[in-house]
């Protein structure tokens, strides 16, 4: 079985730093994209980025870029997310999804089943 | 990029048709046919229902169909049943920004 597997709730103050995880298993790590997606409390989906672990190329939104890191360990299957300094407007869940395979798969199944991040001095 | 708009909430009754409709510009849905659909449960994480616009994930119900025309793509859910509440968004490929999402759609089974 294809699975995402998220790392646990993580609760941390303004300024602080934390690395969340997202570790697949059930198939061939480094050869489909993973994607970050953030959704605020009692908001939509946004997309964040997405890495691809077999050689570690990485694009970010916009909307993201500079703010976090996306990174992969590939010899033990997962993906990170990081902040180096975490805002009040940072508190959200955040989803890890696979990408498709082949280049014309552009879209995400299956998802992790979510982090929460809580920022609150 | 802006998200993709969708309509806040719709609603129907057990056994009828809803349509959920996906509006984007022609630099994410005109421009490709990689529209996908997903459901969310309250708490839980998207399930893929629809990828390339129309096609059905596996072990979806074939009451979930999908649909584009020009920038705007809809998602038609037929014989509404009560387990069919839930949000659904929208999803379109966009090049240079990779990826956009619609707002979300509030489906309430009266």
Known sequence: EVQLVQ????????GESVMISCKGSGYTFTSYWIAWV???????????GIIFPGDSETRYSPSFQGHVTISADKS????????????ASDTAMYFCARRGRLHDMKWFDPWGQGTLVTVSS | QSALTQPASVSGSPGQSITISCTGTISDVGD????SWYQQYPGKAPRLLIYDVSKRSSGVSNRFSGSKSANSASLTISGLQDEDEADYYCCSYADSTNWVFGGGTKLTVL
Request: glycine fraction near 8%.
């Open chain 2, 32 to 35: 490709y046919e990689f529209v």
């Open chain 1, 7 to 14: 790392s646990g709730a993580e609760v941390k103050k303004p």
């Open chain 1, 76 to 87: 033990i299957s997962t993906a990170y997310l990081q902040w180096n300094s975490l805002k």
């Open chain 1, 38 to 48: 953030r959704q605020m409390p009692g908001k939509g989906l946004e997309w964040m």
